[in-house]
């Protein structure tokens, strides 16, 4: 039997950072995202007693045994968490539609989009909510990517209560992100040992505890279209985030010189008069929060400053889609 889906990935406004159970990848906070329309992951996932052996092949190239090692193991834990044939074989195939230059992360979209089609492929019948569980298993962020628009991850603390909600999934708003790429490498320390790392932190335990006023007052500024709060909020949430690396011990920061340089552009563009919010991940890139109608003049000061780099110009995503 085999599925084919279609995911988006998503980028949070409130971030998630700390996990409170690894391998079940429940979160110690709540996150919101917005899914975003320019990047998404497309995978096949095939399974067959007659597939001699399992595969995982990347924009059509076949991965190493270290490189699918990751995807294999989330393979298997979900055919034992469902009863399933742990010695059936499968065939994987997954096309990234994320430009690597706009050095985004692909781990939301990829594990939401397996998630499905494995749900799909054995005919699990699963509803968005419980897809929603079975991608964080994959990868955090993935919980979210489930659903379009706006989307909360709810922490919960167990399997069954830790999952994804639609916020609002077709947003009436001119709200984009601006995708700046500063640096495509390969991050330094991936999301799961940074996060690991920033708990040290000796501010992490008062950031945790004002996790339920920021989804609040995100959740409201969503539904009165309030861009101010929203980008502030979401800007803080980023700053909260990397102030607990720079502080864990030993502190550390994904940030480069391009990366303060466009923080400062941000203030700048906002002081006279061009609303917009930055937004920063487990990476050097920045992602800028504006309306459509101000994105040309931010591209042009981006580019005056920064010289020729990537902008990919993003704006709400669809949630999960079943593709044939
Ligand atoms: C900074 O979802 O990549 O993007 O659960 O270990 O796979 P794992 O981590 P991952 O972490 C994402 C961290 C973030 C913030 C966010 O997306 O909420």
Excluded at 58 to 83: C, G, T
Excluded at 202 to 218: G, V
Aim: glycine share 4%; with cysteine.
């Amino acid at each position: 039997m085999k599925a084919k889906a279609r995911a988006h990935t998503n980028i949070a406004l409130i971030k998630y950072w700390g996990k409170a159970d690894k391998a079940l990848k429940l979160p110690l906070m709540s996150s919101i995202s917005m899914t975003l329309d320019a990047f998404y992951t497309e995978t096949e996932f095939e399974h067959d007693p007659k597939i001699s052996e399992s595969s995982f092949y990347l924009n059509d190239v076949k991965q190493s045994p270290a490189q699918s090692q990751r995807v294999f193991d989330y393979i298997n834990e979900l055919q034992k968490k469902y009863n399933l044939d742990p010695n059936e074989n499968f065939e994987i195939h997954s096309y990234n539609h994320v430009p690597t230059s706009a050095g985004l992360a692909s781990s939301a979209s990829a594990f939401a989009a397996l998630a499905a089609c494995f749900a799909k492929s054995y005919q699990l019948d699963l509803d968005k909510t419980q897809l929603s569980r079975l991608a964080r298993l994959g990868s955090g962020s993935a919980t979210r990517s489930i659903f379009g628009g706006f989307v909360e991850w709810i922490k919960g603390d167990n399997d069954l209560n830790s999952y994804a909600q639609a916020l609002n999934e077709h947003p009436d708003w001119d709200l984009h992100m601006l995708a700046v790429e500063v640096n495509t490498k390969q991050k330094k320390i991936s999301s799961s040992k940074g996060m690991e790392l920033a708990q040290h932190s000796n501010y992490y335990q008062d950031w945790l505890k004002q996790n339920d006023s920021e989804i609040q007052a995100m959740k409201s500024a969503i539904s009165n279209h309030d861009f101010s709060t929203l980008g502030q909020i979401s800007e803080n949430s980023a700053n909260e985030m990397h102030a607990m690396n720079l502080t864990a011990n030993p502190g550390f920061t994904y940030f480069e010189p391009d990366t303060i340089s466009l923080i400062n552009l941000v203030h700048e563009l906002r002081n006279s008069g061009i609303e917009c919010y930055y937004t920063i991940d487990a990476g050097p890139n920045v992602k800028i929060l504006c309306t459509l109608r101000n994105s040309k003049k931010i591209i042009s000061a981006i580019h005056n400053l920064l010289g020729n780099v990537k902008i990919v110009n993003a704006g709400f995503g669809p949630g999960i889609e079943y593709l044939d």
